[in-house]
């Protein structure tokens, strides 16, 4: 232990230093260096932008989110967190329920999303996160990569939405009407995302372009 004598009859004034990370101190506090020494970055994740683009429909990206992230309250994670519940997927009774089965495996599933990226004629990949790269750039036209973003993201809600239900309260729809809801969530949110746009001379608008299609 050091002498505590000489720093007691010091006549030299006391200064603060500010360490962060372990590096060398500095007198002068820097509001940046502390926040990023509490919350350092993470690494960039890939989907990012077709989780948080812009246009989307808020509580479907954040849904969209949390299945990216693997987070999705399904059979599997309950079983494993030692919970005694079926393992067997609500929506088709006919496989284990996962992530990647009930996005899009399931037969219910693959019913309302192939609907629309047959219409789409668009093939996109069969595992979930292969689909979420594929997402990046799905399509040349911009408003049908942007209406490509926002179906991807209500069918994911819709379709939690559905097996969430039909777990609850034992209220069973079938893709028919989980169809023909996305179709009126979309294109109800198209609308005012067409009236902002500045459209060239003959260029369509994204809710034009959603006319055509379906």
């Given at each position: ?28 506090f ?19 932008e077709v989780?948080?683009f ?17 987070r ?21 009774v ?12 399931c ?6 999303w ?13 595992l ?30 819709l ?9 609850h ?14 179709k009126q ?5 198209l609308d ?7 459209l ?15």
């Amino acid at each position: 232990m050091p002498d505590a004598q000489p720093i007691l009859s010091s006549e030299v004034d006391d200064t603060y230093v500010w360490v962060t990370n372990g590096q060398n101190g500095s007198e002068t506090f820097s509001t940046s260096e502390t926040w990023r020494t509490l919350f350092p970055s993470t690494v960039e994740v890939f989907w990012h932008e077709v989780v948080w683009f812009s246009g989307r429909i808020p509580k479907h990206a954040f849904l969209s989110w949390v299945a990216a992230r693997d987070r999705m309250v399904t059979r599997d994670k309950l079983i494993s967190w030692g919970l005694a519940v079926p393992a067997t997927c609500v929506l088709c009774v006919g496989h284990n329920e996962n992530r990647q089965h009930l996005f899009f495996n399931c037969d219910f599933s693959k019913q309302v999303w192939s609907f629309f990226t047959s219409r789409l004629q668009l093939v996109p990949p069969i595992l979930f996160e292969d689909g979420l790269r594929w997402l990046k750039n799905p399509a040349r036209e911009k408003n049908v990569k942007l209406i490509v973003r926002l179906l991807h993201q209500a069918c994911l809600y819709l379709i939690w939405k559905e097996r969430n239900s039909r777990v609850h309260t034992a209220v069973a729809r079938p893709p028919e009407a989980i169809i023909a809801e996305i179709k009126q969530i979309i294109r109800l949110r198209l609308d005012p995302l067409a009236r902002a746009q500045t459209l060239a001379h003959g260029e369509d608008s994204v809710l034009a372009v959603w006319f055509s299609i379906f």
